[in-house]
């Protein structure tokens, strides 16, 4: 009897089912995911019509915007890097050079941000929160200069500019609408500035040289695709991407304050905002890395 009545109940012992554990089943992992990307997508969404809305708000008069980019200009030749005319004249007649240009400038921004969020949300979730604010950081400090200080585009002031991208292509209009778009916001690039932030997002996450490469590539493409299309000057490019850089040194130590915040909290020791972000501003070697420092969800 007490061997059957073993046998019985080892037949009826059975190993533990994911949802016995606790542990979300493939489909369940599937939809959390799903919800998880579509969040993110709507707030980031919000956000950029929300910066589209308040650039095109923003746009000063064109009297005030272009004599703002020929003061620009003037420093530029001080400077003896007022390159911008030179080099478009040097590609106009090669059609294959500007049509990359363009395509360059169209499609290596948004379309590469938008992937860039995406594969760092699904596969490097504090990187994506770590790009995700900073683009929401520097794009609010871009927002304020555009408002104070217009500046009209070199396409769109007298000089024998080429805007190559209005000529050639209608797929920019597409992705950014004219009635969103602030047409005096030359300064900063933040095309150049943003994709610089995706670069080092995908340096960091990646582990191929290929894509350590491509994450070299693209900014660098991008600073000169903004040039030979009459969009940016070159001061533009060294702003967009001080501003860029900005933004992600405020994300990387707020995050850090809040994490320390955190901490401290969850084991019931006292510490003052202060001191926090004095340890997180003033990192010393061996302590945490970003990863430990962002939560991963």
């Given at each position: 009897?007490?061997?059957?009545?073993?046998?019985?109940?080892?037949?009826?012992?059975?190993?533990?089912?994911?949802?016995?554990?606790?542990?979300?089943?493939?489909?369940?992992?599937?939809?959390?995911?799903?919800?998880?990307?579509?969040?993110?997508?709507?707030?980031?969404?919000?956000?950029?019509?929300?910066?589209?809305?308040?650039?095109?708000?923003?746009?000063?008069?064109?009297?005030?915007?272009?004599?703002?980019?020929?003061?620009?200009?003037?420093?530029?030749?001080?400077?003896?890097?007022?390159?911008?005319?030179?080099?478009?004249?040097?590609?106009?007649?090669?059609?294959?050079?500007?049509?990359?240009?363009?395509?360059?400038?169209?499609?290596?921004?948004?379309?590469?941000?938008?992937?860039?969020?995406?594969?760092?949300?699904?596969?490097?979730?504090?990187?994506?929160?770590?790009?995700?604010?900073?683009?929401?950081?520097?794009?609010?400090?871009?927002?304020?200069?555009?408002?104070?200080?217009?500046?009209?585009?070199?396409?769109?002031?007298?000089?024998?500019?080429?805007?190559?991208?209005?000529?050639?292509?209608?797929?920019?209009?597409?992705?950014?609408?004219?009635?969103?778009?602030?047409?005096?916001?030359?300064?900063?690039?933040?095309?150049?500035?943003?994709?610089?932030?995706?670069?080092?997002?995908?340096?960091?996450?990646?582990?191929?040289?290929?894509?350590k490469a491509f994450a070299i590539l693209g900014p660098t493409l991008m600073a000169s695709a903004v040039v030979l299309t009459a969009n940016h000057y070159v001061v533009d490019v060294v702003i967009g991407a001080a501003v860029a850089l900005t933004g992600l040194s405020v994300a990387v130590v707020s995050q850090r304050v809040a994490n320390c915040i955190r901490n401290h909290h969850t084991s019931d020791d006292e510490v003052s905002s202060g001191s926090c972000l004095n340890?997180?501003?003033?990192?010393?070697?061996?302590?945490?890395?970003?990863?430990?420092?962002?939560?991963?969800?």
């Amino acid at each position: 009897m007490a061997a059957a009545t073993i046998a019985l109940r080892r037949d009826e012992i059975r190993p533990l089912s994911s949802a016995d554990q606790g542990v979300p089943t493939v489909g369940e992992s599937t939809r959390r995911l799903a919800l998880g990307i579509a969040k993110q997508f709507a707030l980031v969404f919000a956000a950029a019509l929300a910066y589209f809305g308040v650039r095109g708000l923003t746009e000063g008069s064109k009297e005030e915007a272009v004599g703002n980019a020929q003061g620009l200009l003037s420093m530029e030749r001080w400077l003896n890097i007022d390159i911008e005319a030179g080099l478009q004249s040097l590609v106009l007649d090669q059609r294959a050079i500007v049509t990359f240009a363009n395509w360059i400038y169209i499609w290596g921004h948004w379309p590469v941000i938008t992937l860039t969020l995406v594969w760092l949300y699904r596969r490097h979730r504090p990187d994506y929160f770590l790009l995700r604010n900073a683009m929401f950081i520097s794009g609010a400090i871009g927002l304020a200069i555009f408002a104070l200080l217009p500046v009209a585009p070199p396409r769109l002031i007298p000089g024998g500019f080429v805007d190559t991208v209005t000529e050639l292509s209608t797929s920019y209009r597409v992705l950014q609408p004219p009635a969103l778009i602030n047409e005096f916001a030359a300064v900063p690039s933040l095309h150049v500035g943003w994709n610089l932030l995706v670069g080092v997002m995908i340096y960091r996450a990646s582990r191929t040289r290929k894509a350590k490469a491509f994450a070299i590539l693209g900014p660098t493409l991008m600073a000169s695709a903004v040039v030979l299309t009459a969009n940016h000057y070159v001061v533009d490019v060294v702003i967009g991407a001080a501003v860029a850089l900005t933004g992600l040194s405020v994300a990387v130590v707020s995050q850090r304050v809040a994490n320390c915040i955190r901490n401290h909290h969850t084991s019931d020791d006292e510490v003052s905002s202060g001191s926090c972000l004095n340890d997180a501003v003033w990192v010393r070697p061996g302590s945490e890395s970003v990863d430990e420092l962002i939560p991963a969800a």
